[in-house]
């Protein structure tokens, strides 16, 4: 079945410095979606990606989705102790409903 | 506010007992899920509906049953079958048919087993 990895699985940023978690397929995808889930917390819609190629924004959070449709990436530039939890992306594989999680990189910042 | 509620937010069962999560969205949205989180790993879907009376297993559905009789409700049962039941068990809604919307999560419920 449809694998979606995610690495690194952890992450110690130092405050304002900036890294970036990837997602691996092995199917190509129909779109992709990341989540953030805080400490204790439920996972919360980040964004979803569709169109080959296509690059997001939201204020220090840059998402790609790769030309091949099977990868993505999102890289926070300027670390914040506000950006510490754990970032899931999640990918859909044509004419499916279902999402298929990676397993998720932990952000922790130092101050 | 719209939203996913989840109860309780603590379980704690013994072996060999039956015990029912309840899922309760007010969104009027059609997709219902559920899906398992354990440390260190990402969610793993149990089961889903996407209409009122239907629902389909999803990878790890051994051990769980669902009831979809109204829209709003998805409550899951964790039967006495599942091996290892203590887990994070989150339910989440989706709007059908709007693109650039994601998954909608309760708080989730925490269930251990003693």
């Known amino acids: 079945g449809q694998q979606v990895m995610q690495i690194p699985q952890y992450q110690h940023v130092q405050e304002g410095e900036d890294f970036t978690t990837y997602c691996n397929s092995s199917t190509t995808l129909s779109n992709i979606q990341w989540y953030k889930q805080r400490p204790g917390g439920h996972p919360v819609f980040l964004i979803q990606?569709?169109?080959?190629?296509e690059v997001k924004k939201q204020k220090r959070l840059t998402f790609q989705f790769g030309e091949a449709k099977k990868n993505s990436s999102l890289h926070i530039t300027a670390t914040q102790t506000t950006d510490v939890g754990t970032y899931f992306c999640a990918g859909v594989k044509p004419n499916d409903y279902k999402l298929s999680f990676g397993a998720g990189t932990t952000v922790t910042v130092r101050a | 506010d719209g939203g996913i509620t989840q109860s309780p937010k603590y379980l704690f069962r013994k072996e060999g007992q039956n015990v029912t999560l309840s899922c309760e969205q007010n969104?009027?949205?059609?997709?219902m899920y559920w899906y398992r989180q354990d440390p260190g790993q990402g969610l793993r879907l149990i089961y889903y509906?996407?209409?009122?009376?239907?629902?389909q297993k999803g990878d790890i559905a051994e051990g769980y049953s669902v009831s979809r009789e109204k829209k709003e409700s998805f409550p899951l049962t964790v039967t006495s079958a599942q091996k290892n039941p203590t887990a994070f068990y989150l339910c989440a809604s989706l709007r059908s048919g709007v693109a650039n919307y994601g998954y909608t999560f309760g708080s989730g419920t925490r269930l251990t087993v003693v």
């Open positions: 969104l009027n949205h059609d997709a």
């Open positions: 509906s996407q209409i009122v009376n239907d629902f």
């Open positions: 990606l569709v169109k080959s190629g």
